[in-house]
């Protein structure tokens, strides 16, 4: 079993910054893909970001070049959030799991991130 925890959502403004920092722990973690999703009110939960256990990093079009994905120890996993935008409204969350975490898959309890305009 794999339990994930993340931290760090909250309210800010556009154009400020916020880091979601996850940590999992269980067997396997550390060979594990780890990311990000979120998921807006009355829309599908969407790929945000995410690093493969070999150090690969993988972004979503519409946070390219403002988010960063870091994975600072084998399982632990942080989102930098730059220039962030109303449209970033959303819960968040962490995910481990095989990569493209499609499947095998486990989640975090999500953390809400709301930017005002």
């Known amino acids: 079993q794999v339990h994930v925890v993340e931290s760090g959502g909250g309210l800010v403004q556009a154009g400020d910054s916020l880091t979601l920092s996850c940590a999992a722990s269980?067997?396997?973690?550390?060979?594990?893909?780890m990311g990000w999703f979120r998921q807006a009110p009355g829309k599908e939960r969407e790929f945000v970001a995410a690093?493969?256990?070999?150090?690969?990093t993988h972004y979503a079009d519409s946070v390219k070049a403002r988010f960063i994905v870091s994975r600072d120890a084998a399982e632990t996993v942080t989102l930098q959030m730059n220039s962030l935008k109303p449209e970033d409204t959303a819960v968040y969350y962490c995910?481990?799991?095989?990569?493209?975490?499609?499947?095998?898959?486990?989640w975090g309890q999500g953390t809400q991130v709301t930017v005002s305009s």
């Open positions: 690093t493969t256990w070999r150090g690969g």
């Open positions: 269980g067997r396997y973690v550390r060979t594990y893909a």
């Open positions: 995910a481990a799991g095989p990569w493209p975490l499609k499947s095998g898959v486990y």
